[in-house]
T-cell receptor, first 115, second 115 residues
Framework: SQQGEEDPQALSIQEGENATMNCSYK?????LQWYRQNSGRGLVHLIL?????REKHSGRLRVTLDTSKKSSSLLITASRAADTASYFC???????????????FGQGTILTVHP | DTEVTQTPKHLVMGMTNKKSLKCEQH?????MYWYKQKAKKPPELMFV???????INESVPSRFSPECPNSSLLNLHLHALQPEDSALYLC??????????????FGNGTRLTVT
């Protein structure tokens, strides 16, 4: 399996519900980032969490990081139809605390929020 | 709208053609990247430029040739491509390279079709 695997691959919810996406990775990291991509467009950075942080919030987004389990989760609260997009986690892999200088993206979760 | 501008938005080229993709940012970012994204897949890193020097080449075939004329511009020269090279090509920039916890800013990409 690959660095940055996400689960579920697809998630369909109703407006107002919460959406949770999970990301697992294999190596040591400097940070983990979440991005959003609307169909056929570029990616938009949502949030960055450093390896020494456990939780971070930004508006309706909450990200957790568990380096012992090599996993992260993205929670979107009170979802809206406009949140419909693909969501990717991305890891800045490191060794001995030094970044490799590469950001590797997970397979992504396709989120559909029904009005 | 994105602060990273990519041109053209769409490109159709034959296998014997030579074409170039262009990317421009005016945010004063010192790192720039090319990613390739196939349908329903995550972006895959191709090249990284740091302070106008090529720092990472992910074993990309020589038919793809990057160029960074200055800190604001990034080109990708294409020659003798194959149909399997058809994809969305994404340019991104960051204030500094990954090791300094800099998120990526993406353009909306060039949709390339090789016939």
């Amino acid at each position: 399996s690959q660095q940055g695997e996400e689960d579920p691959q697809a998630l369909s919810i109703q407006e107002g519900e919460n959406a949770t996406m999970n990301c697992s990775y294999k190596t040591s990291i400097n940070n983990l980032q979440w991005y959003r991509q609307n169909s056929g467009r570029g990616l938009v950075h949502l949030i960055l969490i450093r390896s020494n942080e456990r939780e971070k919030h930004s508006g309706r987004l909450r990200v957790t990081l568990d380096t012992s389990k090599k996993s992260s989760s993205l929670l979107i609260t009170a979802s809206r139809a406009a949140d419909t997009a693909s969501y990717f986690c991305a890891t800045d892999e490191s060794a001995g605390g030094t970044s490799y200088g590469k950001l590797t993206f997970g397979q992504g979760t396709i989120l559909t929020v029904h009005p | 709208d994105t602060e990273v501008t990519q041109t053209p938005k769409h490109l159709v080229m034959g296998m014997t053609n030579k074409k170039s993709l262009k990317c421009e940012q005016h945010m004063g970012h010192r790192a720039m990247y090319w990613y390739k994204q196939k349908a329903k897949k995550p972006p895959e890193l191709m090249f990284v430029y740091s302070y106008e020097k090529l720092s990472i080449n992910e074993s990309v075939p020589s038919r793809f040739s990057p160029e960074c004329p200055n800190s604001s511009l990034l080109n990708l020269h294409l020659h003798a491509l194959q149909p399997e090279d058809s994809a969305l090509y994404l340019c991104a920039s960051s204030q500094d390279t990954y090791g300094n916890n800099s998120p990526l800013h993406f353009g909306n990409g060039t949709r390339l079709t090789v016939t």
